[in-house]
């Protein structure tokens, strides 16, 4: 299924770019949970443009609606079904380039893999936008598990070569993820943010585009959620990033620089800490030891491309009539969508996280 | 479920290190693939261990036998059934550190998971031991994709800090695939080869251990298979790989480097080749787009900590008495585990294609 | 997963009786396809109560609306998703008996299997209403079913003891099914028609209820599709024909008949008939062997329990205090749901089929 | 997937029956549960023929292997995969008739799925055999219910017009189902079971077979367990039932039966007994309502139709000639499966009911 996620919980995602509406259900939620639907929406409203000298990207108010699995403002434990409408299309800006492939973009083998039907309006179900439903989802699955004292944060580690400062991995808090996240520029050093800002400035100058990778943290996750080989917290948590469209690489703790390490000091050792708990005295490991969670917070980054959408004329095909073509891509788009995306990496590391706590005694 | 993974095939894995056998069932392939055992075999036997000079592993034969799914040499179509019986178990070189956490490894969090109650004798269900039925499932489906012309190869990219150098992405053959493959220590420019393996004598001499990346491509994949969302390439891959243990990181294309390239550099410009092709110019998208193969290479990159079981003595806990203690590790292991890894990364690769392509048309 | 059905289709269904909309996702259909929604209307409208004489319940239009999938009047091959608002709710007729167990409703195990958060107004998600958004997936596959000459009709076999006469398991032809789909009251003998009405009328005067079988006839699927084991047609159209609140029983072919019957007498035995096609004498195994339809017509009859809702003062108990109490449910209510069931019927069958169909080659 | 389960547990099925072993694996039991083997052989011997005047079927030892998932005679929480060997195969019954489509089997269909390459040796991956490790999984899961007072028992209800006694579906007691389940011939009325050995006896000496009917009873479910539309326990049982070969048809509670009471003769009205707890006077719901466990008994039956090989000759195919032929089929074939079937029934009803009861608060 393409656009289903079925795991513990099981999340179904419709909709195209410049179809009347997109949503999603999420089926197997525990009922009785209170819904607090501004909180929602404030999450939501990450994922909109907040600074216009760097987003150019359509305003959309992005109120999701309700259908289902909600009564008296508490989950029903019965599928939640929202949906939000899409009001501010602009479908003129795309239809000079219907038959052209953008680079970077899914038009071409959208087309083949659906022959050609798929509405490709604005990337169709391709487009960023469908990561708005699972905002909602991440949003919903996020008021859970903070009942529970799991808060997950995500913030910019870098845009192209500005990387920020990290986290000690050892030490993060509810409130230090709380205090990025309300931050208009959600990174820890405010000075790298704004030369941040400044690279994605000087590329929408240039008519060009920036990416970046973004760190995403969860603590409070009691140790041992998850399982071994295929249905561990990294299987689940990269199969749901791989749904946000841009994004060309994941790692947890060390990642990818584990490998340039030793073993003895890649490996975390355990110690009993002064409140009775084992912990580990480094976090290599991101939180996570043969799929399933140490304990300590996990840890991992996420590597966004560029915008696909340029302003620069570029080269390409037209695959209707298998010509060499030139494209100039016209319309509204970020020169980076790594601040945008921030609220998304959060909903997905919430949704992987809700779905394998439903597996924990006395959730 | 820990141990199934589920897309258009089924692979359902099982077993313990040192059970009496582990074994794995492929449900859904098609009928009628001829299925040539010694190549299986051969495939298999490039997990084992080939030089002994940087390997103190377990030396098993690990001949599969298949027990269903296949008839006179063909597959059924039915559940194909394979196990590899346990010969060579030491479990008295675990029986020591039975209750204490190996630094690295699921000791802490797999006896958390199954309250204490799973075989943790060599890791058991976590050992990588359960990567050879994952090598003999992706030998299977290599077998049926190479029949239509799509060839998995993967090679060591690094060892700690030595890299080896890198195709171009775009001309990557089959044949060179084929020509790594058959060396002994499978990388492209063997001096760089030579390095590496003084890297990890020193290693291992030290007591300690190193990890690595890998670079698996597929050849040959036709444009416009995988799925939006949820289900393209890239989430299948991930969450097939990060079931071999030590996997802490993927990237396709040009991965977590892409995020310091600026849009027009990363963006892969399309045009119609002399044969009458719609093919890129670059391939930092490691032919997926919106997760569905673009036709060209399929390229990703995996990072493997290095081995978590060194030789040296570490800090840890007696997870049962909860108290800190020191563990000194003995046994047989590898002082990194990279060069093993190599055909179960290729074998992952092959089995996410392998469900991937029984939806394309006229398969 | 309560409400998601996930074969090669997925259909996820959400909604309450008395929320703001219900609706249904269908993922996984093939791109291209025309669909033609007065169709599905008509098909839909078959679900609404045609006859004021036999039945009370509420008249809503039913009319869907298409949120994503479909573009220019075809799927576009990603999820397609439809809502049904809810418009003539009357609340106010169930209030009185909220904390009352309707006998024969799910009001009291829904409330044990949701700790009393569910939606429990007019049945909630447990409502026959929700057989709405079923029907739309089914007139859906109906229509692509149809393009590949496989038709799917249902009709009232029994209300209560009034048992129309049946089709020769042999000779259905699309024709037969075409005609009966567009009586006022789907039977095969008009006669035995007014007289399953008359006793319908005779339960309504009683304020009691009927019950009745409804048979399910698919014509022109092709010999081979299906697969052994817990993926057979059987499995899967039982499956979702359980979906179906008031189902209470399933059978195929000559089904409970055949265990009275001689191997002899069951066996159907084959031939090569005169247009060199395979076929059998007797039709007892319902067009199903060992899972795998055998190209003659697919049959099951499909039982439904009289409406658990009647008039009559009843005895249950306050679930919320533990206490005997009486009831007296009052509102709107069929005094037989099997004429309103025939569609749901089919729905059920054509999804199956459907799903199935994606198996077969060159679908 | 043709021979997975998959719903809170996953069932894995694999084997053909000529081949080497067959075999299952169950993913996602709770750790820690002791396993009794002599009683799993004790319930899978109940498979095997008991009584020889009424089975010619090969007797074969069925002694299951563990080759996973159970350390220290306890489930490790990880895959349970156990194979039985087979070893009393006389290929050279079947292939004299190996071109020739036995009437009632899978021979025919089987061959159309898998294009002729399924091994079809005594029916193959299709045969009854099949249902060992069906038993194997549902004895399994018969122990972990035990000791939460489940209790699972079929019985024989008919054989061809020979009905037995049924019991009254309030009052059945664990003790009730154990003395049959104890029996030589499983049903209430041995003088009932005498005319039944009787009818199988004339059938056998006819050369001809007969079917009947099993009916299943789970007691000690708790209320609330299963869910609506696509996961309720109707909708798992009777899948995981159509895959027990020769089954026809099944129901619920009083079933196809309850289509000719009326409303208030069907519905059972609930009432607080002596001890506090909410029962029904009546069981004609089956102890489900709206998919969701109501705490009273659960009770099914299930058609078995007779034995398709039958020593008379028939009429049939050569489905590789495409010709009309006559078949004899020899070998050794039960006049009547349905005494074999019993454990089988049982096997799937525990299973299903395992699977939901891991959603039950405090498992």
Not at 272 to 280: A, I, M
């Amino acid at each position: 299924m393409s656009s289903v996620w079925s795991n513990r919980i099981t999340i179904s995602i419709f909709g195209e770019s410049h179809g009347s509406a997109i949503g999603v259900t999420i089926d197997n939620l525990p009922a009785g949970e209170y819904i607090d639907m501004p909180e929602i929406v404030k999450f939501m409203s990450r994922r909109a443009a907040r600074n216009k000298k760097i987003s150019t990207a359509r305003q959309e108010p992005d109120i999701p609606t309700i259908l289902s699995g909600v009564y008296k403002d508490r989950t029903t434990g019965t599928p939640l079904c929202a949906i939000i409408n899409n009001t501010n299309t602009h479908s003129a800006d795309y239809s000079s380039i219907s038959k052209l492939a953008r680079p970077g973009h899914a038009d071409y083998t959208g087309a083949l893999r659906y022959n050609g039907f798929n509405d490709n309006r604005g990337g169709g179900h391709f487009s960023g936008r469908l990561t708005a439903p699972l905002c909602f989802a991440g949003a919903v699955c996020a008021q859970i598990l903070e009942r529970r004292g799991i808060y997950t944060g995500a913030h910019i580690l870098s845009i192209k070569d500005v990387r920020d400062n990290r986290y000690s991995p050892l030490g993060i808090t509810r409130e230090h993820l709380i205090s990025i996240r309300n931050k208009k520029f959600p990174v820890i050093n405010d000075e790298k943010g704004e030369k941040m800002i400044e690279t994605i400035c000087a590329a929408k100058d240039a008519k060009d585009s920036v990416g970046g990778i973004i760190e995403c943290i969860a603590t409070g996750v009691p140790a041992g959620i998850g399982s071994p080989i295929f249905n561990g917290l990294e299987n689940s948590i990269s199969q749901i990033m791989f749904g946000i469209p841009a994004v060309k690489g994941i790692e947890f703790g060390a990642g990818f620089d584990c490998t340039t390490l030793m073993g003895s000091e890649n490996n975390d050792e355990f110690y009993v800490n002064g409140e009775g708990h084992v912990v580990t005295k480094t976090n290599n490991h991101g939180g996570i030891l043969g799929g399933i969670s140490s304990g300590m917070p996990i840890i991992c980054n996420v590597a966004f491309k560029p915008t696909p959408s340029i302003a620069l004329q570029q080269d390409t095909v037209d695959y209707s009539a298998m010509k060499n073509e030139h494209i100039n891509i016209k319309g509204r788009h970020d020169p980076c969508i790594v601040p945008r995306a921030v609220p998304c990496v959060e909903a997905a590391m919430n949704i992987a996280i809700m779905s394998h706590m439903l597996d924990y005694p006395n959730f």
